[in-house]
């Protein structure tokens, strides 16, 4: 096993991971490719990523040195100086785990060890057999929109399980065509002055729920800026802006594969909330990715009313961690899961949850 910094895979290292996503079996969500590696590896320092290859001796999965022999998958991974290990770009990326070629046999022990890990933290593995599998502490539903078979299928879908969602907003978007000015829907928008506008609503949206402001965080910025710029088939930048009387009203940045859009950051002008322009945005945004060939919107975990009015289903993420024993182990454990078992508490009992939304409310007000 090898551990590279992600800038310097090679042209066959990076080709070989994608032919492992795509004999995966999985869908090809644009957070578990190369690219997305690399964009973290030039705003993270610490980024890593683990390139496994079959042993001498026979292999992992029992092939022969002939026919097993080569990269069997990759680890992307961040590195504390003391060596705790926690799965890249946590606490962003929206999926995170091995990209392993089906049938390998790999122990989380045996992975952290060969990377010098002490322990191993996600917060969104993909579902599936994977080394952590054993390791899982809570599961939630990261939901999806399925337009595989067409927008107008999938409007029919909305008809019937979220009739008064669509017809209202339906009505809104008619109304802020006539009483704020004519509609226009960029699915693929490159104007870089678009994405600051998306950046600053969405910077005031975390200030004004009392949540932490992503964007203040230089990497992140960066990362957004980076990945916006990439344009490769499996993972692109795709920022989509919806206009009246070419005002900017709602956007969105998330990453493309040839058959995923995964949404990460969406946006609106608070002045127009009474329009929901966020949810038309949506709305546009799904039939654009169907007439791309886009099959699947992946819009994570984390419950929402609009992802419920919006999905046609869900798949399953995980959260949880690794640790080997050791001193090392000892201080994550007690930097950290305090913490992780409050959160868990809090979120499997909806009234905390809730006093708990009211309360980051009410800081938002007041840092207003």
């Not at 000015?181 to 969405?202: I, N, Q, S, Y």
């Not at 608070?270 to 039939?287: C, D, F, Q, T, V």
């Amino acid at each position: 096993m090898r551990v590279l910094r992600p800038g310097q895979l090679g042209a066959e290292e990076t080709e070989t991971w994608r032919e492992l996503r795509a004999k995966s079996g999985a869908i090809r969500n644009p957070f578990m490719e190369p690219e997305f590696a690399v964009a973290l590896g030039q705003v993270r320092p610490r980024a890593r990523v683990a390139v496994i290859e079959e042993r001498d001796d026979g292999g992992r999965d029992g092939g022969s040195a002939e026919d097993g022999a080569g990269i069997v998958g990759f680890l992307p991974f961040e590195r504390s100086p003391w060596g705790s290990g926690r799965a890249l770009g946590l606490g962003v990326s929206d999926l995170q785990g091995a990209v392993l070629r089906p049938g390998t046999a790999l122990g989380a022990d045996e992975l952290l060890r060969a990377c010098s890990l002490n322990s191993f933290t996600f917060d969104n593995l993909e579902d599936g057999r994977t080394p952590f599998t054993g390791h899982v502490t809570a599961s939630y539903p990261s939901y999806v929109v399925d337009v595989g078979e067409g927008y107008p299928a999938y409007l029919e879908v909305l008809r019937g399980q979220s009739p008064k969602f669509l017809r209202t907003t339906l009505a809104k978007e008619r109304r802020l065509g006539r009483q704020v000015g004519e509609l226009r829907f960029v699915f693929d928008e490159r104007d870089p002055r678009a994405l600051r506008t998306l950046m600053a609503w969405k910077s005031a949206q975390y200030r004004r729920t009392g949540r932490r402001d992503r964007f203040a965080q230089e990497w992140i910025n960066r990362l957004v800026r980076t990945l916006a710029a990439t344009r490769a088939q499996e993972c692109g930048g795709v920022l989509s802006v919806l206009y009246a009387a070419d005002r900017p009203v709602a956007a969105h940045f998330g990453l493309r594969s040839s058959t995923v859009l995964a949404c990460w950051f969406p946006a609106y002008e608070p002045e127009l909330a009474k329009y929901s322009p966020g949810l038309i945005l949506h709305l546009r945004m799904a039939e654009a990715a169907a007439g791309a060939g886009i099959g699947l919107l992946d819009m994570g975990r984390g419950a929402a009313e609009y992802k419920d009015a919006l999905k046609t289903g869900e798949s399953t993420v995980h959260e949880g961690t690794v640790i080997r024993p050791g001193v090392g182990a000892a201080l994550h454990w007690l930097g950290h899961e305090p913490a992780r078992r409050a959160h868990g508490f809090v979120r499997r009992r909806p009234r905390l949850q809730a006093l708990a939304a009211r309360s980051l409310r009410t800081v938002g007000r007041l840092r207003g």
